[in-house]
């Protein structure tokens, strides 16, 4: 995010309207005032702009990356689709078949004007319309799910990128950590540093970078969409199979005649097997060994221990520390224990001496395959990345005059919305809020601005009926074919994982 040719003269606070006149005034021979953004740069010949997306090419203004265009290459029924009758070469062959993505699409900003591309085609014999954009958006963050059970810091706690904060660390879920990073308020709220750190790692992160970061009172984290989790320098491997309760259950049965207690450690709810209503089913009689923390119901049990990077994301290394007591009346010499983590990462076997006290022995094969089966019942431990914001502002004036019925379109259905062909998910309420997972989106398809903000693809597909009805700018609508002579165009393969956008609604094929 370096800006070598960066001439801005105008702070973002000064009214728009004025500045840009101020600018065009001075602007010099040769030199180009962007206008696709509130920096306004003045931008010398051969140069580009603070963001690198525009640029003065021979004395014009000029987005500078590529306009990606996705073409089908596989239909819905898994078929090869045919490009004038041979498979797809890498070119662009405008058909039904080709989605034009926001992607380098350029932006609308101050959003008077209507979208850069307003594009029909047909589907299904239904004239389709889709509106694409770039959209700069203050209101943005991502939402990163970190598949693991260790501890990497408390909720609420600072996540920091270069002393910086950026973000939080919010709601655990199911096996996983969860950060909510960026904002507004981290983005525009804080210092300038703050601002631009946090733009930097929400670009890094949507474009599938990796990002180390510090939580307060926690660890080290590195974060990558689609990659391994690396906490305190040791990468992630699995995603436990369950809490303690729910270990017990799943291998109640395979455990019954091998073991006489089984205890599965973990932070969240660790389970004791013969307390558990599984070993109560199989009328397992109960071993009278008690564990520390607070009981919440049979056989379940919180706070063992404090969380932690040790066994079962709690801090202990000796799985002996959470036994509290083991009752005389109830407990035998020779009872067997296993001791084992939702990952089954860790595992112990210990056998009551004469004075009922735990002692390391040899695993016996069949408990060794059961701990084997937890580890492999368990998914790589991955990073999810999710991009959201808030496209219910003044975008929508690229696609329709008359905003509300956009927001209105996309409620009922009648509007898909895609990032960069990529399906989102548009919450429900007010707005136009979607979140939208990075690694199903193109390679590169985020970019920024240093107000700061980031630049992100937006595409809304609807029928041409639905889109006149809506009062979009239907005297902008061009034929796909028109694509053919836009210089920047670069085809990619569509990506077969993803529902094909160009759609129409159920009832109107
Ligand atoms: S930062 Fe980029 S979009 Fe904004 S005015 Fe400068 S060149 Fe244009």
């Known amino acids: 995010m370096s800006d070598p040719n960066h001439d801005p003269v105008a702070s973002t606070d000064a009214p728009e309207e004025a500045a840009l006149a101020q600018v065009r005034a001075k602007a010099g021979e040769g030199i180009v005032v962007c206008d696709a953004c509130p920096v306004l740069c003045r931008i010398r010949p051969g140069k580009t702009g603070a963001c690198d997306r525009y640029g003065n090419v021979d004395g014009k203004l000029a987005r500078l990356d590529p306009f990606v265009v996705a073409q089908r290459t596989i239909d819905q029924d898994g078929r090869l689709v045919p490009f004038l009758g041979k498979p797809w070469d890498g070119n662009l062959v405008p058909s039904p078949d080709t989605f034009v993505t926001g992607i380098g699409a350029g932006t609308t ?17 239904v004239d389709m319309v889709t509106v694409v954009t770039e959209g700069i958006f203050s209101y943005c963050g991502v939402k990163v799910k970190i598949d693991t059970d260790r501890y990497i810091g408390p909720e609420q706690a600072a996540v920091r990128v270069t002393g910086e904060q950026v973000g939080h660390v919010t709601t655990a879920e199911y096996g996983s950590q969860m950060l909510s990073l960026g904002g507004v308020r981290h983005l525009t709220g804080g210092s300038k540093k703050e601002g631009v750190v946090t733009c930097e790692t929400l670009l890094t992160l949507c474009n599938k970078g990796a990002v180390e970061m510090s939580i307060d009172g926690g660890s080290s984290v590195l974060v990558q969409a689609g990659r391994p989790p690396v906490i305190g320098g040791v990468a992630e491997e699995r995603m436990r199979v369950g809490c303690g309760s729910a270990t017990i259950g799943i291998f109640a049965r395979q455990w019954l005649g091998h073991v006489d207690e089984v205890i599965v450690v973990d932070d969240h709810i660790t389970g004791v ?17 008690r564990v520390r923390g607070r009981r919440s119901t049979p056989g379940r049990y919180f706070q063992v221990a404090n969380p932690g990077t040790g066994w079962g994301g709690t801090d202990i290394t000796d799985p002996l520390a959470i036994i509290e007591k083991i009752d005389p009346k109830t407990a035998w010499p020779g009872l ?3 001791m084992v983590s939702t990952t089954g990462e860790h595992a112990g076997w210990f056998v009551l001496d004469d004075k009922l006290a735990p002692q390391p022995a040899s695993m016996p094969e069949p408990i060794r395959a059961v701990v084997e089966r937890i580890g492999e019942n368990c998914e790589p431990a991955l990073c999810t990345v999710l991009f959201m914001a808030g496209a219910g502002g003044s975008l929508r004036a690229g696609v329709t005059e008359n905003p509300v019925k956009l927001t209105r379109s996309v409620r009922h259905a009648l509007t898909r919305v895609t990032s960069g062909g990529a399906p989102v998910y548009v919450w429900p309420g007010g707005g136009i809020t979607y979140m939208v997972d990075v690694t199903t989106m193109p390679d590169n398809a985020f970019g920024y601005v240093p107000t700061p903000a980031i630049v992100g693809p937006i595409e809304f597909t609807m029928t041409r009926a639905a889109y006149a009805t809506l009062g979009g700018h239907v005297d902008c609508i061009r034929r796909i074919e028109s694509i053919q002579g836009v210089e920047r165009v670069k085809p990619i393969a569509w990506s077969p994982t993803n529902p094909w956008p160009l759609r129409p609604p159920a009832g109107e094929a």
């Open 273 to 289: 097997l013969t307390e558990h209503q599984a070993g109560r089913f199989l009328d397992m009689p109960h071993a009278g060994i």
């Open 109 to 125: 900003y101050p959003d008077y004007k209507p979208a850069p591309f307003i594009v029909s085609s047909q589907a299904d014999g």
């Open 336 to 338: 067997r224990l296993l």
